[in-house]
Each structure stands twice: as C-alpha cells, then as structure tokens.
C-alpha cells in the first residue's frame, strides 16, 4: 500500500509543482487523482470524498508561502489532512487502577491474533512491564500450543487449560495466577471464526462481563481491504471495542482500512503488525503513516530502529575511529552486524527519504551475508591489519568462507572505498552523544 499509493502521490505532487498559485484548476486536477489512487488503495468512498474535500477546501486561493512552491504547500495540507484522517495523534494502551491491566484480544480466525499476541507481550516486556497471557482459544486446532511456543520465545509465561472447554472459568483462573506472580498485563487471546456469529460473540461478552478488560483490541487482517471496515463496525457495536490492531499492513496493495477504519468507526488504530517476526510490531503513529505513504520515509521510525540496535558506548567508540581514521574490518564487521538488527534492507530504505524504491533487495542481504562469512574467516590480526592479506592467506579465507578469492578482493576493494569516505568525516568535528544516550539532533 505505502510503495503505489507512494508512487501515485509523487506523480500527483510533480504536476502541482510550477504554478505560482494553488487555483481552484490546478488543485481539482491533482485531487481527481488523489481520489482514484486511494479508492484502488481500497479506502471508503465517502471517507475519501470528504479527505479531498476538506483539501480543496484548503487549497482553493492559498497564496504561496514565502519561500516554498506550490508544490510544498500542497504537500503539506494534504499531508496535515491524512494524519488527521489516520487519528492525528498516536493513541496508547491506558493502564487500569490495580495490577494486572487486561487487554482482551479478539477478531475473526486468521487475523493473526494469537501471533500478535505474543508480539504485544514482547512489546510490553522491552517497556519493563511483567507479561502473561491466557490461551483463551480453545476451538481452532494447535492454537494452545502455537500461544505456548510464541509464549517460550518470547519467555512470557502462558496459561492453558486444554481439558477445560469453558473460557469464561479458564480466562478468570488466568487471572487469579496473573495477580498471584504481580504480572503488570494480562493478554487474553480469543477463538476467531471464519464469520461473525452469535456463538462467537456471546462468548466474548461472557469473558468481558466477567474479567472487565481495560481494553478490547480488535486484531484485524489489512489484506482484506475494505471488510475491514464492516468487521470493525460489528464487533465495536456488539463489544465496544476500543482500539483496533492492523496485522499485515506490509503484505498489501490496498490497505485501505488503515485509513478508512478511524473515520468510519471512530476507534483508533493503536499498532500495527509489520512481519512475521516476534519483534515486528510498531506503535500506529498516523504521522509517521503519513509521511511514508507521502514518498518522504520516516525517519524518526529510523532513528528508533538504530537506538534499540545499536549500542551507545560502541557508537561513541565507532565515532572516534572515524574521527582518527582507525576503522579496520572489525569495525566493518559490527557495523554490518548492527544493520542486520535493525531489520530487513527494504524496511531501512522505506523509511530513508527521497531513496528510490528497489524492486529486489534480495541480492543486497546475500551480499552482506557474504561478507559478514568472509570476514569471520579471517583471524583477529587480519581483521585489525588487512594490509597483511597475501595470496596465501585470501585462498584460506576464501575457503573458510565458501566464497572466491576475487570475492575477497572485492571485499577489500569496497572496504578501501569505505576508508576513502571515513577519510572526509575524519576531518570534521564529531558531535557529542547527549547524556542519555541515542543519537545526536539531526542539525548537527
């Protein structure tokens, strides 16, 4: 959804671009196909009549702002009208009185539910909160043990009763072990149905009326488009809900819902699911969403990414190589490896402004792998010294690897390149890491 729709606004913003004033012509001209790119994204019609309404409202005789061009300004409401349309602002999980806070998880069967479950333990787990969860799903095959398995990697106790079928007795027994251990949250994850029905329902408003949940999540599927929508109106008017969760929002052209969805029912979407990993999971920041479907990245979701991979005091230390023009393949190792904790290639470049979109990035993540291999053959000195790198020692290294000696002659022609451009920073003054700790500001 964020690459077309991406691709569609640049086209869009090109033609607007060059006019001395946003006019009533050129504004309709550029919204006729706002309109058609989000409506093939699958977003509601009437949700998108009055998105483009509103801009034209706005747009219509706007004098240019000093110093920008036409283009920008248009960029800007109509970036300012889709965050509002996202939810404006980031909507958090709100903790109840007493330990523990229960957050009930529902929606139809394979929404994801059971997976996101353990992604939001892991979640709450990196914010220091004490986790549990309840395998309320007693219908669907193997759903007990794919909660207990999710549950033992992300090493959050799961509670489960596979003799019981009454949910209600095995949800308040959960519970009771939950405020025993001082757990801080309690996720309950719920049976799923291929269709809503009034068995399904009735056994979530037994385990609402019962446990009282803080907040009913819907977890919903974003690869079904617009039934997203419906599916968010029929559990929020049978349960209330009070937030919605979009799972594979990274897998879909459309995706409508996520812009459709706030509007429609009312209900913020709170996270999103962004791979299949334990760890791809984010908070919904309609800005960031925004800004992404614009074409100009996230870098603030970027910056997040690089503090939780990458260490402060290595940071510091890599900092003062380049300063001093010390960098080795050591150094070129950690760096690589770094990376590779952030995620994959192509959800670092997504969040890059103004980087072109790269079809296949399949070959970029063999390459590293080569490299980070050819590098663990070398020994510690090799790695600290390349100079010493004869023949004899490239053909050892080249089959430890399992690569060509002119894989590791590329390797050391990319890293003297690499020396090259540290050798330009080196000169310049390197900027102090704040006090508690992350990156510097952008302006310097």
């Known amino acids: 959804m964020l690459e077309n729709l991406g691709a569609r606004f640049q086209e869009i913003f090109k033609k607007v671009r060059g006019h001395g004033r946003l006019s009533e012509d050129n504004v309709k001209e550029a919204l006729r196909e706002v309109k058609m790119s989000l409506l093939e994204a699958d977003v509601n019609y009437k949700v998108v009549k009055d998105f483009t309404n509103k801009i034209l409202e706005k747009s219509n005789g706007t004098e240019v702002l000093k110093g920008i061009n036409p283009g920008q300004q248009f960029i800007k409401i109509v970036n300012d009208e889709l965050v509002e349309l996202l939810g404006g602002i980031n909507s958090r999980f709100t903790k109840s009185a007493k330990n523990p806070t229960i957050l009930m998880l529902a929606g139809l069967q394979g929404s994801g539910k059971t997976t996101f479950a353990a992604k939001l333990g892991k979640y709450l787990q990196k914010q220091g909160e004490s986790v549990m969860m309840i395998a309320g799903d007693v219908y669907r095959p193997a759903a007990i043990k794919q909660l207990q398995v ?8 799961v509670y489960a009763d596979e003799n019981n079928k009454n949910v209600v007795e095995i949800c308040e027994k959960g519970l009771e072990i939950a405020k025993e251990k001082g757990s ?4 309950i994850d719920t049976a799923g149905r291929l269709h809503i029905d009034e068995t399904l329902m009735d056994e979530l408003k037994n385990i ?12 919903v599927d974003a690869m079904i488009g617009q039934d997203a929508v419906n599916l968010a109106k029929s559990f929020n008017e049978a349960l209330s809900i009070d937030g919605v969760i979009l799972t594979k929002l990274d897998g879909d052209t459309r995706g409508g819902a996520a812009l459709s969805i706030k509007s429609v029912v009312g209900k913020p979407i709170k996270f999103a699911g962004i791979g299949e990993k334990i760890d791809d999971i984010e908070l919904f920041h309609p800005d960031r969403l925004a800004s992404r479907i614009l074409g100009m990245g996230d870098v603030v979701s970027l910056v997040e990414k690089a503090q939780e991979a990458i260490d402060e005091e290595d940071a510091k230390s890599f900092a003062e190589r380049i300063k001093n023009q010390k960098v080795n393949l050591e150094d070129f190792l950690k760096m690589l490896r770094m990376l590779k904790k952030m995620g994959p290639l192509a959800g670092i470049m997504k969040m890059i402004p103004g980087i072109p979109k790269i079809d296949d990035l399949a070959p970029a993540e063999k390459e590293m792998k080569k490299t980070e291999c050819i590098i663990q053959s070398m020994t510690r000195q090799e790695r600290k010294n390349p100079d010493i790198l004869k023949a004899s020692r490239k053909i050892r290294i080249a089959r430890g690897s399992g690569t060509d000696v002119s894989d590791v002659n590329r390797l050391l022609k990319q890293f003297d390149n690499l020396k090259g451009i540290m050798k330009m920073f080196g000169g310049m003054k390197m900027p102090n890491f704040p006090a508690g700790g992350g990156f510097p500001p952008f302006g310097k």
Do not use: C, D, F, N
Not at 184 to 187: A, C, D, G, K, N
């Open 184 to 187: 801080t949250y309690l996720i």
């Open 150 to 157: 999710l549950g033992e990697q992300a090493g959050i106790q």
């Open 208 to 219: 609402k009326k019962s446990l009282r949940p803080q907040e009913i999540l819907l977890v």
